[in-house]
Each structure stands twice: as structure tokens, then as C-alpha cells.
């Protein structure tokens, strides 16, 4: 089963082209840049690259450094993204949100230097060719470099960092809306960085709305048969979406198995609205105890034509009275496959067709630690 998502994934992701730049970008060390002549302040030269749907330069290693010299060799100095707190490296955050100079730098002798100016310009010529000097944001005004992601040759209008985004404007439940995003081969849209963000509210209407709040990368429920799927908080009011695809993947329609589950803000899962598979339920509170007179219904589904594999990674419960029984279908009315109490090692069940319906009950006395539960698509 595992084998089997991961080949698909690895189908699915599978660029056979070449990186490109989009939009006049020139592809330099895996960077897309592009240089503006016009000298503008550190401010109105950040907005201009955000107009694009990208960012002033970033410069993480010596390679990055380089291509500035490359492509600004024409101009003496630039903006780069960066902008110091204090006269420390470790207190300047580059513009893209990703931490700080730290790590990498190259700041001339007595710089950073915020009396100056808390803003970082490049200087590509001369003894201090590729070193990094303090300029006032608003007042100093330069030329300026900035970045995009590469990504692939696809004919999608909206493609940045590898992948293509489709806006749908017609109102769906996070199923539903998986649904339409998984005939177009991808997931509804989760957002996995801050410049994606942006070049995405960039392309957007201001009036849409779109449910990839309700979505957040599994970090915590990490499991086998779930490590590194997207998770999302419950969502059953309908809103218009983003589909998420990998750019330069031709797509035949055929569904990828691998899909996205609409949960967690309640974390175990209890009475929750359709859960799609891959997914976790717990019994409430869990590691901790579950509570007395308990009652939970779990709904699970898996898209097309897969079963369902459901496995308790973890189970301790009063024998007796506190018990989960799961059933074959869509309700607790479907044939029941079992019955089960007791603290029990790890086991696995499959459905016959694409849902699946468990139910925890607990009486009125004696806790204990519960249940954890993963399901996946099976074939
Ligand atoms: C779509 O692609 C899949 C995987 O490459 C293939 O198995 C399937 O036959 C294709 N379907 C069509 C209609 O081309
Ligand atoms: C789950 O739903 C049932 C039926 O509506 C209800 O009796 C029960 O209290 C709910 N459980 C929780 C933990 O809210």
C-alpha cells in the first residue's frame, strides 16, 4: 500500500522538462531574475517585485551571490531583499520570510550598519564587487533585482514554483471542491510559503474567498500510512477554491489516488463531518482519557473506487463497556465487521467498498487512554 502511493506520487511529480523563468525572468543558478534599471527606493522597489508575484532578490550561499554580478553587471549597485533591525547579521530577515544572514553573508567590513540605513544594497563593481553595504530605505534610491521560483513548461496561465493554480470562483465543500481539483490531476491549493501566498492574493479577485485556511501541513499525526499528507480543518460551508497541480504533468483526467483529508480543528474527530481518506481519528482527549458516557460516530470515505484500509495503532479501552464498532458501509445500520474492547496490538481492518462508519461508546465508569485510528485508500 505504501509502495503504491509512493509510485504514484512519484508519477505525479515527475517533471520531464527543463526549469523555466516566466513573465521575462532569466533562469541563473536555478533562480529566476531579472534586473530593473530605474532607480527607486528600497519600498518602491519591494512593490514592484511584489507586483510580479515575486520578491527582491534573497541570497542564501555564494552561488546566489554570484548570479547577482551576472545579472546587474550593467548597473553599480542594487537593492537586495534585505532589511536589518540592528548592526548584526543575525538581525536581518530577508524579504521572502525565510529567516535571517545568519547563516550566509556578505557584508563589507563595518556593515551591517543601521545608522545608515536598515535596507541592503549589492555593490557589483570595484574592490567591494559582490560585498553588501547599509542604505537608507526611503531616501537612497537604486536599481534592483528581483527573484521568482522557477517552475515547468505547462500551458496553465497561473504557474509559479513548479505547479499550476486554477481559481474556481462557483462555491463547494472542501469534498466536493477535491473532488473537481482531482479530475484537473491536483488538490485543492495549499499554501507552503509565504511568496506563494502572495503570488497567489496577487492573481486573486479581492472578493474571492477560498478554503485553503482550513488547510495545514501534518506535522504532528506523522504515521505510515499518512506521514507528509495535507490535512485540513473541517470545512462544509461551500466557497469558491484553488486547484494545485505539478506544472509541465500532462493530465488524462484519470483520478491520483492520493488525496487530501477536510479535518482537524477538532483533532480526534468525533461527529465530524465525511472524513476523506488519508486521515487519523482518536477517541476524545487523546493521548489523554477519554471521558465517561461518551458517544462518537466516525464517518470515513475514500474517493473512486478504493476500499478503505483503517488501522488502530493504538488501543486501550475499559473490556467490557467503553467499546468501537465498526461497520462495512455508510451508517451503523451497514453490517458490523467487529466489535472490540480491551487493550489490543496493533490491527488492521479493509472495507469492501468506499466507506466505512465507526462508533466509540463508553459507560459510565473507568477511563482510559483510547484509540488512535489511520485510514487510507486501499485497492
Ligand atoms: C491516463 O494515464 C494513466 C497513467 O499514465 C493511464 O494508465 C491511463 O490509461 C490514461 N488514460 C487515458 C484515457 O489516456
Ligand atoms: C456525538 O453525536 C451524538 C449524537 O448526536 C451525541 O449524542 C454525542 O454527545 C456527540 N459526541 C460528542 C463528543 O460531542
Redesign the pocket.
Known amino acids: 500500500m505504501r509502495l503504491l502511493l509512493l509510485l504514484s506520487s512519484l508519477?505525479a511529480f515527475s517533471h520531464s522538462s527543463t526549469p523555466i523563468c516566466r513573465y521575462g525572468f532569466t533562469l541563473i543558478n536555478n533562480k529566476c531574475l531579472m534586473l530593473s534599471i530605474s532607480k527607486l527606493s528600497h519600498s518602491a522597489a519591494e512593490a514592484t517585485c511584489a507586483g510580479l508575484g515575486a520578491t527582491l532578490v534573497t541570497v542564501k550561499n555564494s552561488d546566489d551571490n554570484r548570479a547577482i554580478s551576472t545579472i546587474a553587471a550593467s548597473v553599480p549597485l542594487v537593492w537586495i531583499g534585505l532589511y536589518c533591525f540592528d548592526s548584526d547579521p543575525s538581525k536581518c530577515l530577508w524579504d521572502d520570510s525565510t529567516g535571517s544572514a545568519e547563516s550566509y553573508n556578505s557584508f563589507s567590513t563595518g556593515f551591517p550598519l543601521t545608522e545608515v540605513g536598515k535596507c541592503v544594497y549589492y555593490s557589483t563593481q570595484g574592490a567591494l564587487a559582490g560585498k553588501w553595504l547599509s542604505g537608507d530605505c526611503v531616501t537612497d534610491t537604486r536599481a534592483f533585482v528581483c527573484e521568482l521560483p522557477y517552475t515547468y513548461a505547462d500551458d496553465c496561465f497561473f504557474n509559479y514554483n513548479g505547479f499550476c493554480f486554477s481559481f474556481h470562483s462557483t462555491p463547494a465543500t472542501f469534498p466536493d471542491a477535491q473532488f473537481i481539483c482531482e479530475q484537473e490531476c491536483g488538490n485543492l491549493a495549499s499554501i507552503s510559503s509565504a511568496n506563494e501566498n502572495r503570488y497567489l492574493s496577487i492573481n486573486l479577485d479581492p472578493s474571492f474567498t477560498h478554503n485553503y485556511n482550513c488547510m495545514t501541513k501534518s506535522n504532528v499525526q506523522r504515521d505510515t500510512d499518512v506521514s507528509g499528507f495535507w490535512f485540513g480543518v473541517s470545512c462544509t460551508t461551500p466557497y469558491s477554491f484553488i486547484c494545485k497541480r505539478p506544472a509541465g504533468v500532462k493530465c488524462?483526467?484519470?483520478v491520483p489516488p492520493v488525496t487530501v483529508t477536510p479535518v482537524l480543528s477538532n483533532p480526534s474527530n468525533c461527529n465530524s463531518s465525511l472524513l476523506f481518506a488519508p486521515g487519523v481519528i482518536t477517541t476524545p482527549n487523546y493521548p489523554k482519557n477519554y471521558d465517561n458516557n461518551v458517544l462518537c460516530t466516525y464517518n470515513l470515505a475514500t474517493l473512486g473506487s478504493n476500499k478503505i484500509r483503517l488501522r488502530f495503532t493504538h488501543f486501550n479501552t475499559e473490556e467490557c463497556c467503553d467499546t468501537m464498532s465498526v461497520y462495512d458501509g455508510d451508517s451503523i445500520s451497514s453490517p458490523r465487521m467487529g466489535y472490540y474492547g480491551g487493550s489490543l496490538s496493533p490491527f488492521s481492518l479493509v472495507s469492501t467498498g468506499n466507506t466505512m462508519t465507526l462508533r466509540f461508546q463508553s459507560n459510565q465508569n473507568i477511563v482510559a487512554s483510547g484509540i488512535r485510528a489511520t485510514f487510507a485508500p486501499f485497492r
Do not use: E, K, V
Request: no cysteine.
Open positions: 508519477i488524462n483526467g484519470s
